[in-house]
Nanobody, 115 residues
Framework: QVELVESGGGLVQPGGSLRLACLASGSIFTTYVMGWYRQAPGQQRELVAGIGSSGETHYADSVQGRFTISKDNARNTMYLQMNSLKPEDTAVYYC?????????WGQGTQVTVSS
């Protein structure tokens, strides 16, 4: 079973930037749909951004224009570049890999946006 490990979270001031990374233990990016999700305290987990096996991307309205999802197939790594961060972006961020009925989740990384 492939495992996903997120990194890059932390504390940042409003308006700042962070780049999250999701490292897969196997070569799945060319066959799986990948995505970044987040979950704030007391709220449901929501999709932030997704990237298909061919590289097509889509974003939640709340992050459109501020976040960029990308992947490096050779390094088995997916990224989420987050700019112009807002306090409402504070959440645990998870990466997910999906192929048909098979979903794989990472353990999550905390992002806190606060002054």
């Amino acid at each position: 079973q492939v495992e996903l490990v997120e990194s890059g979270g932390g504390l940042v001031q409003p308006g700042g930037s962070l780049r999250l990374a999701c490292l897969a233990s196997g070569s799945i990016f060319t066959t799986y749909v990948m995505g970044w999700y987040r979950q704030a305290p007391g709220q449901q987990r929501e999709l932030v951004a997704g990237i298909g096996s061919s590289g097509e991307t889509h974003y939640a309205d709340s992050v459109q224009g501020r976040f960029t999802i990308s992947k490096d197939n050779a390094r088995n790594t997916m990224y989420l570049q987050m700019n112009s961060l807002k306090p409402e972006d504070t959440a645990v961020y998870y990466c997910k890999a999906q192929k048909l009925w098979n979903a794989i989740w990472g353990q999550g990384t905390q992002v806190t946006v606060s002054s």
